[in-house]
């Protein structure tokens, strides 16, 4: 199921066209929609477990935000595995969790709304719209972490660089220029919006789920 998301789909694209010749075989142009695929499958996987942990009384806010992580880093390593950028799973861990927590800093909305969340658990009222909250809060960060993560791709490879060739400093560091750049604020309202928009007319259930890839490398 897909939730469509004009800023993914056009990352997407832009990426599929500013690939080097050694990483076009491993994704061209036409294979632009299975990026976007993935990253909504993640996104919307984490939202799932957004609703889950929304329900449970007063530990809503902190397990969402935890759970986020683990969809973040696979996502990106599936990312990079569909392309052929050959980052291994503790280079993307710590990417992944450099972004979220920079969302996390950042990001007014997504720290508003894990507070409202894990207060609405604590009064033992109100768990409907918690769990809703953190379903809308955990898509949003891990969509734009996604997004985020295609414009630093972008930006690598029209500067003539190859991730593969960086440290992981060096990829935090860029990414945070990346962020610095974005209205990261607008991005999770719009996303939030949009899950919630969705929700709401059924075109999703809150109850799809993706399998995360294994810790081991």
Not at 62 to 91: D, E, Q
Not at 92 to 116: E, Q, R
Not at 185 to 202: E, I, P, T, V, W
Request: aromatic fraction near 6%; charge should be negative.
């Amino acid at each position: 199921m897909m939730i469509n998301s004009g800023m993914l789909h056009m990352a997407a694209h832009v990426l599929a066209k500013e690939l080097p010749k050694a990483y076009r075989d491993g994704m061209k142009e036409a294979d632009a929609e299975e990026i976007e695929e993935i990253v909504n499958t993640h996104a919307i996987g984490a939202a799932a477990a957004g609703l889950a942990a929304g329900w449970i009384p007063g530990a809503g806010g902190t397990a969402a935000l935890m759970a986020s992580a683990g969809f973040v880093w696979s996502m990106y390593y599936r990312i990079n595995k569909k392309i052929g950028i050959p980052l291994s799973k503790t280079v993307v861990k710590s990417l992944g969790a450099a972004v979220l927590t920079n969302l996390a800093g950042t990001a007014m909305a997504l720290v508003g709304g894990t507070i409202l969340a894990t207060v609405l658990s604590f009064t033992g009222i109100g768990n409907a719209a918690s769990s809703l909250i953190m379903a809308g809060l955990d898509y949003a960060v891990v969509l734009v972490s996604g997004v985020i993560y295609l414009k630093l791709l972008i930006r690598l490879f029209k500067a003539g660089n190859d991730p593969s060739d960086m440290s992981v400093e060096d990829l935090k560091s860029a990414a945070n220029h990346v962020i610095q750049a974005e209205d990261v604020n607008q991005m999770l309202q719009n996303a939030k919006d949009s899950y919630k928009a969705a929700y709401k007319s059924g075109k999703i259930t809150g109850k799809e789920s993706v399998t995360l890839e294994n810790d081991d490398e």
